[in-house]
């Protein structure tokens, strides 16, 4: 099922292409749904350690710990970025799992954190690392949507063991694509490129990082981090892909990270 996924077809048409990722997402929605059933009765019996609002520690904006999560706060574990276990509780039960080429790994920056913070990036965490389809499910079935977070929240998905920060030294040379939304608008285009990046649907998907959503008050920005801002058609190739991916029309720009370091309203190197 997952090899169907991540088989591509190329097309000399943008549209055709465009519409064969869209398609691949229903087969990979279709055929991963009993599965989703069976991880999601499993995770349920498992709630109280994973998701229950009533139990889980969240980070009050004084940085103390309470049993209440923050508004808009994705709700998780205890910050240690813990892989998540699929498999059900209940004797007898057991569901196939769907490896993935790489793990990934969610990262939440709170909001309410960060006016404390003395560096920047102390308020972000990692809240797990999956490594199947099925694991990938569960966890987005449980997580906020961009729409339902709070102004400020930064949301990550990065290949597991790459930090997302300029200074991780496998970011340290790249750069970022980024697409801009209207408020509470980015919901759809978010999940299509987590498909992506976990369907390994890139012609460069090596040079990928990972990625991340943006929430502010007015707009949210999704980028996509790459590792070597330097390789010009390697950008040019994940910046036009990932467009057909989201039928994004608009221009979207390229800057290396070394540009944003020194300049917030750095310019972009490449446009697709």
């Keep these: 099922m997952l090899e169907r996924y991540k088989s591509s077809v190329h097309s000399s048409s943008d549209n055709c292409r465009s519409t064969e990722f869209r398609e691949r997402n229903k087969i990979l929605e279709r055929e991963t749904e009993l599965q989703r059933n069976?991880?999601?009765?499993?995770?349920?019996?498992?709630?109280?350690?994973?998701?229950?609002?009533?139990?889980?520690?969240?980070?009050?904006?004084?940085?103390?710990?309470?049993?209440?999560?923050?508004?808009?706060?994705?709700?998780?574990?205890?910050?240690?970025?813990?892989?998540?276990?699929?498999?059900?509780?209940?004797?007898?039960?057991?569901?196939?799992?769907?490896?993935?080429?790489?793990?990934?790994?969610?990262?939440?920056?709170n909001p309410s954190a960060k006016s404390k913070q003395v560096a920047w990036g102390s308020s972000l965490r990692s809240i797990y690392t999956f490594s199947t389809v099925e694991e990938f499910w569960s966890l987005y079935n449980n997580i906020h949507r961009p729409s339902r977070l709070a102004s400020g929240a930064d949301f990550y998905c990065f290949k597991n063991k790459i930090e997302p920060k300029w200074e991780d030294p496998v970011c340290a040379n790249g750069g970022k694509w980024t697409v801009t939304f209207q408020k509470s608008k980015s919901d759809t285009c978010w999940?299509?490129?987590?498909?992506?990046?976990?369907?390994?649907?890139?012609?460069?998907?090596?040079?990928?990082?990972?990625?991340?959503?943006?929430?502010?008050?007015?707009?949210?920005?999704?980028?996509?981090?790459?590792?070597?801002?330097?390789?010009?058609?390697?950008?040019?190739?994940?910046?036009?892909?990932?467009?057909?991916?989201?039928?994004?029309?608009?221009?979207?720009?390229?800057?290396?990270h070394d540009d944003a370091k020194k300049d917030r309203n750095a310019k972009n190197k490449y446009t697709v």
């Design 38 to 109: 069976m991880v999601e009765e499993a995770v349920k019996a498992e709630e109280s350690k994973i998701i229950d609002d009533s139990k889980v520690t969240g980070v009050r904006s004084d940085g103390e710990e309470d049993e209440q999560p923050e508004e808009g706060e994705i709700v998780g574990d205890d910050g240690d970025g813990d892989t998540l276990s699929s498999s059900s509780s209940r004797p007898g039960t057991t569901v196939a799992q769907h490896p993935l080429e790489h793990s990934w790994t969610f990262w939440f920056d």
């Design 191 to 256: 999940l299509y490129t987590l498909l992506a990046l976990i369907g390994e649907q890139f012609d460069h998907g090596d040079d990928i990082c990972g990625a991340v959503v943006n929430v502010r008050p007015r707009q949210e920005k999704i980028s996509l981090w790459t590792k070597n801002a330097a390789n010009e058609s390697a950008q040019v190739s994940i910046g036009k892909q990932w467009k057909e991916f989201l039928d994004h029309n608009d221009t979207i720009g390229f800057i290396f």
